[in-house]
């Protein structure tokens, strides 16, 4: 018998049955933001090239539908390119390649995509700072001056190189993915446990320079979905090393996030942005971190640490169905009101990409399914 509430059914059903409608119109391309009821198309070396095929593969676990899994193939085809083409390829490699061919290799056995994998993580490997330990951010094309930057997002590459560690049977993957954790642990995470965008490291002796502000409000902030990248990127870390550091990081983190969440559960774009930018929110922060609390909750001993995070991240998802999903054909996507990155004025309050993903994913694990990442 089926114990779930009747929302969380619905809010699954009517996921899938729009990711279905949405494959007809967006196909094999790679939505990143919605404008005016349309999802746009990236470049396939863009960072979040990944999620549609993501959204993809969980619709294809749920319905079996073959028309899904040709979609999400060829949009992995499409990703050889950049992948081998090597100049425009970043750090990003785990959200681009862990939803589309890792799983397409661990779901059908498919030996190609294995490969594509095994390309991927070697590439982030082959981006580690031995000096610093970390694994360096972006490219010279995306800034010249980035060759010492690390940023919090990059806590959620390292699955990929977990899983590649355990493909192949050599740990040095698993090592460089742990040193990161830990070089995140010992430079990002403040004692109010925040987290800053980005940290700048002298790339030659591997000392720490300073923090910057990225997408946050400046380089003392708390950027609302770094924070959301933090939780879930040192839940996954605890769950694949087993380290209680990752594990009680990703608590503290949550913490913070939770405590200073607003009535409907969605963040500022920035914990600590003026009143006058307090206009802008960012529904994705909530979507990955309530995927992330639920990777959480599973890592955790006590049952009453368990319930906590577990039941925190079915409100979240609850006002997010309530307040923020749009199942209708005015728009392609699913979410309302992301923001991608408002000091540059970037695509602020819109329906962005992965605020899908991690809002269907999370919805999966609700369901029984094991997340992507």
Known sequence: MDRRPDWLNDAYKESMNKIHTLSHKIGASFPHVCLNGSYNCEEASFWTSGFWGGLLWLAYRETKEESLRELAETIEQKLNVPLHDFYDIHHDVGFMYLPTA???YQWTGNRESRRTGLIAASHLAGRFNLKGQFIRAWTDR?????TGWAIIDCLMNLPLLFWASKETGDPRFRHIAVAHADTVLQH???EDWTVPHIVSFDPETGGKIENLGGQGLGPDSAWSRGQAWAIYGFAIAARETGKREYRLAAQNIANYFLSHLLEDQVPYWDFRTEDKDKWA???????CTASGLLELSAVLEEESEKSFYYERALTI????????ADFSDRQDAILTKGTVSYPVNKHVNVPIIYGDYYFVEALGKVHGHPGLF
């Open 102 to 104: 890792v799983v397409n």
């Open 281 to 287: 929110r960012d529904s994705t922060a909530s979507a």
């Open 142 to 146: 995306v800034d010249p001056n980035s």
């Open 188 to 190: 990002f995470v403040r």
């Open 317 to 324: 998802l609850k006002r997010l169905y309530d307040n923020y």
